[in-house]
């Protein structure tokens, strides 16, 4: 865990001044003024687009407010992210249209991240979505080892009831007061205790309850292999989050190792759900996805702000060793090359993606793009080719961006997502089904990859069954919006940890 610091400042504003002859004390700063003063000053000297903010005068950080003092920091940092402006839409680089005035990058954090992405987590273990009606409402993933697990629940179980509200008091309300997504989001992420009545498959319910746990994440959720014939095997991963290397590795090292062993030729990799983390680990998934023929070719290379870069950073110096010149893209350590891992050598991936797939997982899809043949499946990706390093103020984590990303072609900025079946990102659109398990073959997303694995088309014989009842059935738009309320307090980001802290 990286040290505690904390940035003291003394402004002219602070200390005795003098007015005719009376002299006035101006008051002391609290810790939280202070605080909001150091995430001003540090999002100053390193956001990416850090000369577009405001001076500290005219920004006046110490004028955020909220209802605690997490609140008022995330006021601040959410204020912070809406000036760089994005020529090519003339909005705010950090605009998300299903939450204007919210970053949709930056945000501070109590170390929760942290320890999550170390894996760590302290929940029921299970997260739940919408199918294709608003009346539909599922378990889309659940850990192993959690209490979720524990309890027996499973991706696709329909959830019928939540601390005694059922029926149309868990129909989706997005477009409207969105009373009824805000009380799951609140009973499955900020409460220690809930009760569900979950409907199997079969038609069988029944209830439980449950209360929050530490466990050890397994970011592997499931894996699958399946013959499609012809000498064709399809491997199939589900990969949730990009923990650090030490708890990833060897989970993502069991599951190539087998699929090497069994001959796979195709690969699908499931990303549907992963907001990111480690770069480190990002890595290391397109070390054990790319061909031998990319081994030592450029990965991809790093950019950070023109302060940075001239070694203008007289705060993150006072912190981190820092030799000259290491903002610079061309710095070895700002150019990642490919080290072939693993014995699996292919040379098609199809990435299983939505709006809940960002940052490092849309760093590894781009990473391959121009070393094999990859296709994306789903809805568009989330959108975030920038990431972060932690800066640690007193006892929270400010997370905003400090670097852009781009791979040996050059290529990056996919600000508004990776679009499956766009000339960038060739592939198909498609809603994900949350009805079936991880890795079924019958499921939607995965059902085009083997068919295009069998046939070499996308097109599938029997599509989706969709509701015949006169249930409102949800559009591409409402569905994006659906998953931005349902996962706003999961992580979405990549987080570089290469920079080495002082003694």
Not at 27 to 55: M, R
Request: net charge neutral; aromatic share 12%; charged share 20%.
């Amino acid at each position: 865990m990286k040290k505690i610091f904390y940035l003291f400042l003394l402004l002219s504003a602070v200390g005795i001044t003098s007015c005719k002859k009376d002299k006035k004390v101006t008051p002391t700063p609290s810790a939280l003024d202070l605080i909001k003063d150091s995430v001003y000053l540090y999002t100053k000297e390193t956001y990416y687009w850090n000369k577009s903010l405001p001076t500290y005068e005219a920004f006046k950080p110490r004028s955020f407010s909220g209802t605690n003092d997490l609140d008022a920091l995330s006021t601040e940092v959410d204020a912070l992210s809406q000036y760089a402006i994005n020529p090519a839409t003339g909005k705010p680089y950090e605009y998300y249209s299903p939450a204007p005035g919210y970053a949709k990058y930056s945000f501070i954090d109590d170390g929760s991240v942290s320890g999550e992405l170390g894996g760590v987590k302290g929940d029921f273990g299970f997260a739940p979505s919408y199918g294709t009606t608003e009346n539909d409402l599922r378990v889309k993933y659940v850990y192993p080892g959690s209490p979720a697990d524990v309890k027996g629940l499973k991706r696709g179980y329909q959830i019928t009831a939540i601390n005694g509200r059922s029926g149309s008091g868990l129909t989706y309300d997005g477009d409207g007061s969105g009373a009824n997504v805000n009380f799951i989001v609140n009973a499955y992420n900020s409460s220690p205790t809930i009760t569900m009545t979950l409907k199997k498959p079969d038609g069988n319910s029944f209830n439980v309850s449950m209360a929050t746990g530490s466990y050890i994440v397994n970011p592997v959720l499931a894996t699958n292999i399946v013959d499609a014939g012809g000498g064709k095997k399809v491997g199939y991963i589900v990969f949730n989050s990009f923990t650090e290397d030490a708890n990833a590795k060897p989970k993502l090292d069991a599951a190539f190792s087998n699929f090497a062993a069994q001959g796979v030729t195709d690969l699908v990799v499931d990303l549907r759900y992963n907001g990111g983390g480690y770069v480190s680990t990002a890595e290391y998934l397109s070390d054990l996805i790319a061909p031998s023929s990319a081994n030592g070719s450029l990965m991809y290379s790093t950019f950070y702000n023109d302060d940075l870069q001239h070694d203008i950073h007289p705060l993150l110096s006072k912190i981190y060793n820092i030799k000259t010149g290491e903002f610079l893209p061309t710095d070895p350590s700002n150019q990642a090359k490919f080290a072939k891992a693993g014995n699996l050598n292919i040379s098609r991936v199809f990435f299983i993606v939505t709006n809940s797939t960002a940052s490092a997982s849309e760093l590894t899809i781009n990473n391959l793009i121009p070393k094999m043949d990859v296709k994306l499946i789903g809805t568009t990706s989330y959108g975030k080719p920038v990431g972060f390093f932690a800066i640690d103020i007193n006892k929270y984590q400010l997370y905003v961006p400090q670097f852009e990303t781009k791979n040996s072609a050059g290529n990056g900025g996919y600000y508004d997502g990776m679009k499956p079946g766009s000339t960038k990102y060739p592939g198909v659109e498609d809603f994900d089904d949350v009805s079936k398990e991880f890795g079924d073959p019958t499921e939607s997303l995965f059902a085009y990859a083997i068919n295009y694995v069998k046939n070499g088309v996308f097109s599938i014989p029997t599509k989706r069954i969709q509701s015949t009842s006169n249930l409102k059935t949800l559009s591409m738009d409402e569905a994006k919006r659906m998953t931005t309320q349902m996962d706003k307090k999961q992580f979405k980001g990549m987080i570089y940890d290469h920079l080495k802290l002082k003694k």
